[in-house]
């Protein structure tokens, strides 16, 4: 914990927290209330709830995790930093494979936390993240600087697969989710010929042309916890 004198208070730093389980959101609350210089401002349950969220509060760090339902964490990610810049998004993830971290890197996230770690490192994260310092969890830094870690092209993943617009990411969760376009049409403000219009060039750019082919594609990029939340295929 932080250092500090009874007759300087403690710069305590505002903290967001997205997670789709509430009996996780209550856990972490409960541990990082606990220091002296951390405390939870709000709790988000989905991406939209959590760009709106953030971009209310204002918090110093946004503690995101990446598969969740609406809006994943990744694009829910790229919104707020768009909308809110000063605002640190830290990454709080079971998943640890490079396509997730360097993805979450590329749209501007200050660190790439793993869930199993430990609370110490956790605070340390977000007292990283809060002045801009790049914290990831050990294993990930340590495979990061490896022999074989190759930095990825801007903008694109190691993976090669190309980076979705906001609208195009919405779109894929959406079918994914077993949701008519009709119904994402409302859910968006969009008339029912753009949805359409977007699966298309979502099937082009990817090169996947069926729903069972973009469902394999969403789930395995961390975009959709899993499929068949809703209506099956």
Not at 167 to 188: F, M, P, S, W, Y
Request: charged share 25%.
């Amino acid at each position: 914990m932080a250092p500090h004198t009874l007759d300087q208070p403690v710069p305590r730093t505002t903290v967001l927290l997205v997670e789709d389980h509430e009996v996780v959101r209550q856990g972490l609350r409960a541990l990082l209330d606990a220091e002296d210089d951390m405390v939870v401002v709000g709790e988000a349950e989905d991406g939209y709830r959590a760009v709106d969220m953030a971009l209310t509060l204002r918090p110093d760090v946004v503690l995101m995790d990446i598969a969740m339902p609406r809006l994943n964490g990744l694009d829910a990610t790229r919104q707020i930093l768009a909308a809110a810049p000063g605002t640190r998004v830290l990454i709080l993830s079971a998943h640890s494979d490079d396509d997730y971290v360097e993805r979450a890197l590329e749209l501007g996230a200050v660190g790439y936390v793993l869930k199993q770690s430990s609370l110490a490192d956790l605070a340390q994260a977000i007292r990283a993240s809060r002045i801009g310092e790049m914290y990831m969890s050990p294993s990930i830094a340590q495979r990061m600087r490896g022999p074989d870690a190759t930095p990825s092209g801007r903008g694109v993943p190691a993976s090669g697969m190309p980076l979705l617009t906001a609208r195009e990411a919405e779109v894929l969760q959406r079918i994914v989710e077993g949701r008519a376009n009709k119904e994402t049409a409302r859910e968006l403000g969009i008339s029912v010929k753009t949805v359409d219009n977007h699966r298309q060039r979502l099937m082009a750019k990817l090169d996947i042309h069926d729903v069972a082919g973009l469902t394999h594609y969403a789930i395995s990029r961390g975009i959709v916890l899993c499929a068949g939340r809703r209506a099956s295929f």
